[in-house]
């Protein structure tokens, strides 16, 4: 392969193992690349590149006093909740449908509604965000409208408001009947930081919790909790290691006792049904 068809390859891998955080560019960069090289080419080339970058995790990383992120590892690449909950969202694309409503931004709603979404609000707290179309609180369900969405996708929010079943029954409220509410719920994670846009960093979960908590609204055979997580990988993100610094098997190893995020895809019913 001459130098020209390689280096945008190893651009490439070098992108897609340790995502960018720079409005878009990466993805441009591998659309372009992609569109120019054959994927019997870039293929296996990026998986052999990704596979080169892995090294193990040296074992000083996981018995300092210190993280060697304090921002889940998003200085490093992805966050490992992360990772878990767009594994969780990709079995669920298919209710992620019609009129959505996503926390902060859309990002996810963008990622795995496609087609299917025929409008798309963001929900924000406070004023100033630029992808915010509504203001509102969902704690009190302030400025949030009823019977208004088919999905709603709650991520990495319910710890951060105090009267998370006030907040439960308002995502109850504002799903249209055969709505889905699709939430994460935080197991294992550092003390958020301050944020004026926050009210408070309050809960951790199981996944008893999440369960219970979710059926006081929904008819218990419409909620489905699935549990990511075990002890390696909570002891990586407590550290601030970023996903791409594990190995698949690790990440996806699932133990019971070690729950780092919980998925909820809870169903609002159709009356008379």
């Given at each position: 392969?001459g ?8 651009m ?17 960069l591998?659309?372009?690349v992609?569109?120019r090289?054959p994927?019997r ?10 596979q ?7 074992t ?10 304090r ?6 690449g ?9 594994k969780f ?12 409503l996503?926390?902060?931004?859309a ?15 963001v929900l ?10 509504l203001i ?11 019977d ?28 249209k009947?055969g ?26 979960f199981t ?5 219970k908590?979710?059926e006081?609204?929904f008819?218990?055979q ?52």
């Amino acid at each position: 392969m001459g130098r020209s068809l390689l280096l945008p390859v190893l651009m490439l891998g070098t992108f897609g193992a340790k995502p960018m955080y720079n409005g878009g560019t990466t993805e441009s960069l591998q659309a372009a690349v992609k569109a120019r090289i054959p994927a019997r080419i870039h293929r296996p080339l990026l998986t052999w590149w990704r596979q080169l970058r892995r090294k193990p995790i040296p074992t000083s990383l996981l018995t300092g006093l210190e993280p060697v992120s304090r921002i889940w590892g998003l200085d490093r690449g992805s966050a490992i909740d992360h990772y878990y909950i767009e594994k969780f969202l990709s079995r669920h694309t298919a209710d992620i449908r019609g009129a959505t409503l996503e926390m902060a931004d859309a990002r996810y709603t963008r990622k795995f509604g496609g087609d299917r979404v025929s409008k798309s609000d963001v929900l924000h707290l406070v004023a100033g965000n630029p992808e915010a179309t509504l203001i509102g609180d969902l704690a009190t369900g302030a400025g949030i409208p009823r019977d208004a969405f088919d999905c709603m996708i709650v991520i990495n929010t319910f710890l951060l408001i105090y009267d998370v079943r006030a907040a439960i029954a308002n995502c109850y409220h504002a799903l249209k009947e055969g709505g889905v509410l699709l939430a994460h719920f935080t197991a294992t994670a550092s003390r958020c930081p301050d944020d004026a846009a926050w009210a408070g960093d309050f809960w951790r979960f199981t996944s008893a919790s999440a369960r219970k908590l979710c059926e006081e609204m929904f008819p218990a055979q419409n909620v489905t909790v699935t549990v990511f997580g075990n002890v390696r990988t909570a002891t990586a993100y407590l550290y601030g290691l970023a996903a791409e610094e594990l190995q698949p098997e690790e990440l996806d190893y699932r133990d019971p006792n070690y729950e780092v995020a919980i998925l909820v895809r809870a169903v609002k019913p159709v009356a008379n049904s």
